[in-house]
């Protein structure tokens, strides 16, 4: 059972190339959440979405965009990369809504802009 | 913007000691969640706290809920090096299960 898998788990960007960072999970979880981590920051969430074709903002969306296609991808795409996009960046996945319910994480991506 | 404040940020401690990391908030939420975060992986989940007032203990690990949802506390008996690692905690709001995580406490167990 992989769970949350995150590629790549490195990357180093130039200022002003794209990339997609890819999340998949196999455990049939309707929500999906997108969190970047900066030293000392805690967690911050970028994009969520509920089920397939549903998305919605976080509290720091600019510069990123995801897609829903199916319950199990949910791919982060960075337009134009910026320095103030090097971050960690994990996917996280929760089986529903309800207090109860914990997030599986992957084991994040290290982005680099320079 | 909901925020969650964590003390202390950094612990340092030697094995066998006793220790309490808190978490703090000014907004109610729903459900308190703690995760431990090694080293190049993502968070994973100790525990959910739904009730206020509620405590839950795993092993030698006791989490509180704070009686108006407010905050939360993690206490650590006889701290071990295994414990070592970045302890986040996580208010969730009714929304979508949206997190809202705290600043984060790193812990040093030394033998």
């Known amino acids: 059972n992989a769970g949350v898998t995150q590629t790549p788990k490195f990357r180093i960007l130039k200022i002003g190339q794209s990339m997609t960072l890819q999340c998949t999970q196999d455990?049939?979880?309707?929500?999906m959440y997108w969190y970047r981590q900066d030293p000392g920051m805690g967690l911050k969430l970028i994009y969520y979405s509920v089920g397939a074709g549903i998305t919605d903002k976080g509290e720091v969306p600019n510069g990123y965009n995801v897609s829903r296609s199916t319950t199990e991808d949910f791919p982060l795409r960075l337009e134009l990369a910026a320095p103030s996009q090097t971050s960690v960046y994990f996917c996280a996945s929760s089986r529903g809504q309800g207090a109860s319910y914990g997030y599986t994480f992957g084991s994040g991506t290290r982005l680099t802009v320079v | 913007t909901q925020l969650l404040e964590q003390s202390p940020q950094f612990l340092s401690i030697q094995e066998g000691e006793n220790l309490t990391v808190y978490c703090n908030s000014s907004s109610v939420f729903s459900s308190l969640q703690w995760y431990r975060q090694e080293p190049g992986e993502g968070p994973v989940l100790l525990v959910t706290?739904?009730?206020?007032?509620e405590v839950k203990k795993l092993k030698r690990l006791t989490f509180q809920f704070g009686d108006a949802r407010k905050d939360s506390s993690l206490h650590i008996t006889a701290a071990q090096p295994g414990d070592t690692g970045l302890y986040l905690c996580a208010g969730a709001t009714g929304t979508a299960s949206k997190l809202t995580f705290g600043t984060g406490t790193r812990l040093q167990v030394t033998l």
């Open positions: 455990m049939n979880h309707n929500y």
């Open positions: 706290v739904v009730t206020g007032g």
